[in-house]
């Protein structure tokens, strides 16, 4: 194991270049060490960072988790990858600050490794998906283009302006998995309603609908909307935040954390095979 990039001498330098030593200059140095540091994690085939537990080869290189279930000898030396845990670096890489994944998006932060995925899960500077339901699109992208896009590439959804509006799905009675998507445009952002109708297990379908923001988690908890099927003296409600396109509505209508209804309950409020949903979009 090289340790030469661990360098004590130029700590001393970049901390006497700062006369007036303050604790800002000398926060930078550490910084600017714990960069060096990372690149020693770094994965010999995906440059991604090795973390702990970290498992070295016969010969000591370092080989990250997810490739070296991939591999059957060690990328560096060819030999065999063992089981030998290295706990010198296991140490220092608990000590290290690692840049997100998402620092070529523009992110500065560094943190240590047990707080990394949870952060660059939430990253702001993570890209975004394109919102549209089902795994079609593979565009992604920063935020500004996400509305660029639907214009460009999903002519075809409609938007109504207003914070309530009627949310019309027609033929509601085809068969198989079906979307529905329209976009609302109120208090100057844009929202996305979806409606999916899965078929759960054999011959039994729901229909799950749900409301998500153009726009990040932080503008999501700003919003609360809506959903309500009403007719024939019957009325049915959901409430309840705006998911963020950056979460993604898959999880939400898997954990059934939106508005969800079997097609008899469909029936009951259809008309003529369509289904209107009122969509009402508020402030908090
Ligand atoms: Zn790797
Ligand atoms: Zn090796
Ligand atoms: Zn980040
Ligand atoms: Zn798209």
């Not at 370092?62 to 990328?75: D, G, N, W």
Request: aromatic content about 8%.
């Amino acid at each position: 194991m090289s340790n030469k990039t661990n360098n004590p001498k130029r700590r001393e330098v970049t901390g006497s270049s700062s006369s007036n030593s303050s604790i800002s200059s000398v926060g930078a140095g550490d910084n600017g060490i714990s960069a060096d540091l990372a690149s020693l994690f770094e994965c010999p085939v995906c440059f991604d960072y090795v973390l702990p537990p970290i498992l070295q080869c016969q010969s000591g290189h370092l080989v990250c988790t997810s490739c070296r279930s991939k591999l059957t000898c060690c990328p560096t030396c060819r030999g065999s990858l063992g089981n030998i845990r290295n706990l010198a670096m296991e140490k220092v890489a608990s000590n290290v600050k690692f840049p997100c994944k998402h620092s070529n998006h523009g992110c500065t932060v560094s943190l240590v490794y047990t707080e990394k995925t949870e952060h660059e899960e939430a990253c702001e500077f993570r890209p975004y998906l394109c919102p549209c339901p089902g795994a079609s699109c593979k565009w992604q992208g920063s935020l500004d283009y996400v509305m660029p896009h639907l214009m460009m590439s999903h002519k075809s959804i409609t938007t109504l302006q207003g914070e309530d509006i009627v949310f019309l799905a027609t033929d509601i009675n085809l068969p198989g998995a079906v979307d529905w998507v329209m976009m609302q445009s109120c208090f100057g952002h844009h929202f996305m309603l979806v409606l999916e109708k899965q078929e759960k297990y054999d011959g039994h379908q729901q229909f799950y609908a749900i409301v998500q923001l153009i726009g990040s988690r932080k503008e999501a908890e700003n919003f609360a909307y809506r959903l309500e099927l009403n007719g024939n003296r019957r009325r049915l409600t959901w409430e309840a935040m705006p998911r963020s396109i950056h979460e993604g509505v898959a999880s939400a209508i898997l954990n059934s954390d939106c508005l969800v209804f079997d097609t008899s309950i469909a029936q009951l409020f259809a008309d003529n095979g369509n289904l209107g949903i009122n969509v009402t979009i508020s402030v908090v």
